[in-house]
T-cell receptor, first 112, second 115 residues
């Protein structure tokens, strides 16, 4: 039972353009969502998060959008840079829960 | 403080042996979480511990796996009689506060290979 899904295993974007990574969830109890970035042989690094009371959160080049009715969130990176090449994981948690439920990840490649 | 420290970084075990994975949380963090990442998959929650207590082990396989976080020393994830399917990356995270998924800091992981 995959409660958090990232349907695109990979994405390739030109440097300077916008990267859009998508994530869908099924559990209506989820109220907090996070994006992590992961380089090979390293642990996930927190990128940005959003609470279910908001529909947008912005931090520099990174913006996360949440559509609760569609149970969908997306991460926008603009402009994309070569250092953004990594695997991006969407994660969710339910109120009061101590654990995160992760998607399968999307490998983003930024081409010069 | 160099962050969450996991060792070893790589561990090779023969089928039937025991694997012991260690995690030292960040200074001041008393909450530890273990996750497993199978090849080409996302991370999956295994267990959440506070000092000397297991709080949530709902993600732990019923047999062969155990975890502890003693009063002194690192948290240990122990896998007895390893099988090939245990080959994965095991990540530890720590946080300062309860209910603080936003405050998670992950370690670099231990890559277990069972041959």
């Amino acid at each position: 039972d995959q409660q958090v899904k990232q349907n695109s295993p990979s994405l390739s974007v030109q440097e300077g353009r916008i990267s859009i990574l998508n994530c869908d969830y099924t559990n209506s109890m989820f109220d907090y969502f996070l994006w992590y970035k992961k380089y090979p042989a390293e642990g996930p690094t927190f990128l940005i998060s959003i609470s279910s009371i908001k529909d947008k959160n912005e931090d520099g080049r990174f913006t996360v959008f949440l559509n609760k009715s569609a149970k969908h969130l997306s991460l926008h990176i603009v402009p994309s840079q070569p250092g953004d090449s990594a695997v991006y994981f969407c994660a969710a948690s339910a109120r009061g829960a101590q654990k995160l439920v992760f998607g399968q990840g999307t490998r983003l490649t930024i081409n010069p | 403080n160099a962050g969450v420290m996991q060792n070893p970084r790589h561990l090779v075990r023969r089928r039937g042996q025991e694997a012991r994975l260690r995690c030292s949380p960040m200074k001041g963090h008393s909450h530890v979480y273990w996750y497993r990442q199978l090849p080409e998959e996302g991370l999956k929650f295994m267990v959440y511990l506070q000092k000397e207590n297991i709080i949530d082990e709902s993600g732990m396989p019923k047999e062969r796996f155990s975890a502890e976080f003693p009063k002194e020393g690192p948290s240990i994830l122990r896998i007895q009689q390893v099988v090939r399917g245990d080959s994965a990356a095991y990540f530890c995270a720590s946080s300062e506060l309860q209910s603080s998924v936003s405050g998670y800091t992950f370690g670099s992981g231990t890559r277990l290979t069972v041959v």
